[in-house]
């Protein structure tokens, strides 16, 4: 995999994918946190399931704050290790309201001090919402980066420096989302489709499909 292939994947990819953003409902940055929160080992439409009907109820620091463990987990108890996600959740509020004036800090290590919060959520809230071009990986993107060779890495932290070294500058904003929605549509798990994938001919995938 070189410079001018990975730049011809990007190409393709940000014109296949036009407007590449989260999938995962919301309406301000604090949202977008507990959204996140959320999703580890949850799909974007569970999470969104959840919100949908806690956001209504309950989407400040102090309002989710004033349901307490017992009232937040009566919405989010549908999404995987809701206890313990609902529990992280309660005592991040509270920081937010202690410290930060009850806004998200925009800094990496302000962020991961917030329970619930590691590299690959700060990541995601600092590109999402601030702009920042920094790159979470998740398992979409971990595997979509080893099996096109655009980036590999053992680890999830591998990949990601790979990624912030290889990719050109022009998709470092993007690319987080471009890959995620190229996993989660094209470059699935099991069986890639292949066939309909407009990077088939640059990837370096050695078991391609015809589908």
Do not use: W
């Amino acid at each position: 995999m070189n410079k001018a292939k990975r730049q011809d994947i990007f190409e393709r990819l940000a014109e296949a994918i036009p407007n590449p953003e989260t999938e995962l409902n919301y309406n301000s940055t604090f949202e977008l946190l507990i959204a996140v929160i959320l999703s580890a080992q949850a799909t974007d439409k569970g999470v969104n399931k959840a919100t949908d009907k806690l956001y209504p109820i309950a989407n400040t620091p102090s309002a989710i704050y004033k349901l307490g463990e017992d009232g937040l987990k009566q919405y989010i108890k549908t999404i995987g290790l809701f206890n313990t996600k609902g529990a992280n959740i309660i005592k991040t509020c509270k920081i937010l309201i202690d410290k930060h004036a009850s806004k998200v800090p925009q800094t990496r290590q302000e962020l991961e001090e917030l329970p619930g919060v590691g590299r690959k959520t700060a990541n995601v809230v600092l590109n999402t919402a601030f702009g920042q071009p920094t790159i979470a990986v998740d398992t979409h993107i971990y595997r979509v980066s080893n099996r096109t060779k655009i980036a590999t890495g053992k680890t999830v932290l591998d990949v990601e420096k790979k990624l912030e070294k290889h990719v050109p500058t022009a998709f470092k904003l993007d690319v987080h989302h471009l890959l995620i929605l190229h996993g989660r549509y094209t470059c699935v798990a099991r069986k890639p489709r292949c066939g309909s994938c407009v990077i088939e001919d640059l990837c370096e995938y050695s078991k391609k499909t015809q589908v």
